[in-house]
Antibody, heavy 118, light 111 residues
Framework: EVQLLESGGGLVQPGGSLRLSCAAS????????IRWVRQAPGKGLEWVSA????????YYADSVKGRFTVSRDNSKNTVYLQMNSLRAEDTGVYYC???????????WGQGTTVTVSS | QSALTQPPSASGSPGQSVAISCTGT?????????VSWYQQHPGKAPKLMIY???KRPSGVPDRFSGSKSGNTASLTVSGLQAEDEADYYC???????????FGGGTKLTVL
């Protein structure tokens, strides 16, 4: 079964750090770019970051640039999102998703919740 | 970067059809056939319903269809069923950034 599974969310104080993981199974991992999408409570979807299949190309939303770093370990079929200098506005559910060549996201994880609060 | 424009809400009775619009610009929706639509039930992850404007992934009922005219894409749900009640988001490739754009979402209510 094709699957993505996020982990690593939790409660963190403003200015703190978290590392999210996205573990993939059921498909050839290196063939796909992976994206992170977040959703603040009661709000819509927002792109966060993306990484190419080989890991050499990364993109970030302006709202997280300089604070978040995306990486991947293709030997472990896992993508990571290192989040530093966290702010209250980073609170939400973080999803990882597999990107098709047509830029659509066809496989999504179940999400992991990040809460930034003192 | 501005989001794509969707109506905040839409509704229809069981069996009826409803269309949800997604308006962008010539730099995104109008310029490329890379529009996708996602369904999200409360507390669940989004699910891909339409990609490349009008293509349906395997397993998505043919009651769901997509189209585009100029800078506006549309998702049409025919033969509305109770389980279609959900939030729907459009997304498009854009030449203005490397991540793409999302619409603000439309809450579909089945009356």
């Amino acid at each position: 079964e094709v699957q993505l599974l996020e982990s690593g969310g939790g409660l963190v104080q403003p200015g703190g750090s978290l590392r999210l993981s996205c573990a993939a199974s059921g498909f050839t991992f290196t063939n796909y770019a992976i994206r992170w999408v977040r959703q603040a409570p009661g709000k819509g979807l927002e792109w966060v970051s993306a990484i190419s299949g080989g890991g050499s190309i990364t993109y970030y939303a302006d709202s997280v640039k300089g604070r978040f770093t995306v990486s991947r370990d293709n030997s472990k079929n896992t993508v990571y999102l290192q989040m530093n200098s966290l702010r209250a506005e980073d609170t939400g559910v973080y999803y990882c998703a597999r990107r098709l060549p047509s830029f659509a996201m066809d496989v999504w994880g179940q999400g992991t919740t990040v809460t930034v609060s003192s | 970067q501005s989001a794509l424009t969707q109506p905040p809400s839409a509704s229809g009775s069981p069996g009826q059809s409803v269309a949800i619009s997604c308006t962008g610009t010539s730099s995104d929706v109008g310029g490329y056939n890379y529009v996708s639509w996602y369904q999200q039930h409360p507390g669940k992850a989004p699910k891909l319903m339409i990609y490349e404007v009008s293509k349906r992934p395997s397993g998505v009922p043919d009651r769901f269809s997509g189209s585009k005219s100029g800078n506006t894409a549309s998702l049409t749900v025919s033969g509305l069923q109770a389980e279609d009640e959900a939030d729907y988001y459009c997304s498009s490739y854009t030449d203005s950034n490397n991540l793409g754009l999302f619409g603000g979402g439309t809450k579909l209510t089945v009356l």
